[in-house]
T-cell receptor, first 114, second 111 residues
């Protein structure tokens, strides 16, 4: 079956540009997570959705980061006025379970801010 | 918040040997501990997980052990194969839906 997909796979942005990263979770999955993975590091939690509700956004590094999941399926992570320190791989994961256990990850979007 | 430490950062083993990766965590409320395998250019893939009411879990060549008293858990891979070469991450889930990951172990299996 189809797994989690993310687009674009690669994004190059000039400093100050806005970007939008898309996540298509596995159909029917209730929980959706966004993570930021710096080079050589483990994923770091950004935000969590249960269906369309954003229940935890404590990991978002600044108010330039915004995420939504309006219909409880596709999610978009938006970064406004990108900075060089935003360069990272952004991973999306979904889970059938409300607890968020057994997460399935997408391939990630590699963002490079010049 | 939770702090997960992972060792070693790199590990090389001969094909057929065993590999062990260890993680410690700080929050005693953590009750779910997954392990992920990440290949180059791909997202992490869940390979095994363990919950706090279990001390050990096996799935073919992979096993995970958990010591809640000492707050550490380990991944054991037996009879390693070249296709096991990847970066492995441990994680812990203390409360709510926040998952904290270790810094990763790059495993190389030498044919």
């Amino acid at each position: 079956g189809a797994g989690v997909s993310q687009s674009p796979r690669y994004k190059v942005a000039k400093r100050g540009q806005d970007v939008a990263l898309r996540c298509d979770p596995i159909s029917g999955h209730v929980s959706l997570f966004w993570y930021q993975q710096a080079l050589g590091q483990g994923p770091e939690f950004l935000t969590y959705f249960q269906n369309e509700a954003q229940l935890d956004k404590s990991g978002l590094p600044s108010d330039r980061f915004f995420a939504e999941r309006p219909e409880g399926s596709v999610s978009t992570l938006k970064i406004q006025r990108t900075q060089q320190e935003d360069s990272a791989v952004y991973l999306c994961a979904s889970s059938l379970e409300v607890s968020g256990e057994t997460q399935y990850f997408g391939p990630g979007t590699r963002l490079l801010v010049l | 918040g939770e702090n997960v430490e992972q060792h070693p950062s790199t590990l090389s083993v001969q094909e057929g040997d065993s590999a062990v990766i260890k993680c410690t965590y700080s929050d005693s409320a953590s009750n779910y501990f997954p392990w992920y395998k990440q290949e180059l250019g791909k997202g992490p893939q869940l390979i095994i997980d363990i919950r706090s009411n279990v001390g050990e879990k096996k799935d073919q060549r992979i096993a995970v052990t958990l010591n809640k008293t000492a707050k550490h858990f380990s991944l054991h891979i037996t009879e390693t194969q070249p296709e096991d070469s990847a970066v492995y991450f441990c994680a812990a889930n203390p409360t709510g839906n926040q998952f904290y990951f270790g810094t990763g172990t790059s495993l190389t299996v030498i044919p």
